[in-house]
């Protein structure tokens, strides 16, 4: 059985400057640069973590500890280092995910499941994924499982943006995205949250570990 790696961490308050700054050294530089960019503690937070897991993710699966000097990235922007390992990164809230995935092509989102104004999103909703978010009454969970199943399809596919969300049509657990099949797997990480993965095997294992920084 193919297996999937997802290492996940989570914050509640900004690390203290000794410990923010013990971490921030931990990645090369042009990585601390991304993450002090950001205005918000938390986006810088969740900027760094989410390199400290993919490098001990990385580590894990035999790479080098420079690891992160090795990346490399496709046309649209998605980073790699070669054909044997693929990985994808996502946050939300106090979250933050790094999905690893040996000989295939995978995607991971997590978001937090909160009250928003879903008609915002109609346009990116098939007729029938509407039908099931909607009626008899809103449903905030239906909601952000299709929503995340389809960044996590958008992910593993590698031109994020560039893919229009109603494009991906959601069937049970797969997903059809320009006649090619995707499978999904949901992550239960937390009540609060919902989390999928987007692969390119129908059947396979998922090893969560919790890393604490």
Known sequence: MNIVDILY???????STEKWQYYLNKVPLSF??????YLRWQDQHSSLLSHLLLQR???????????????QHEKH?????DS??????????EYVVCALFKGGR??????????IEVSDFRSHMSLEEWSAITVP??????????????????KADGRGLYIPLESILLQGS?????????????????????CHLATIWESLGVQLKEIKF
């Open 9 to 15: 961490t989570s914050f509640h308050q900004p690390f």
């Open 32 to 37: 601390q640069t991304r993450a002090l960019r």
């Open 57 to 71: 993710g990385l580590v894990e699966a035999g790479y080098p500890t420079h690891c992160l000097n090795l990346l």
């Open 77 to 81: 922007g998605r980073p790699f280092i």
């Open 84 to 93: 044997s390992l693929d990985f994808n990164l996502s946050h939300s809230g």
């Open 106 to 115: 995978g995607g991971i989102d997590i978001e937090k499941m909160r009250p």
């Open 137 to 154: 009454e809103v449903s905030y969970p239906k909601f952000f499982d299709y929503w995340t199943c389809k960044e996590s399809v958008m």
């Open 174 to 194: 797969q997903a059809l995205l320009e006649e090619k099949v995707w499978f999904l797997h949901k992550v239960e990480i937390d009540s609060g949250y919902a």
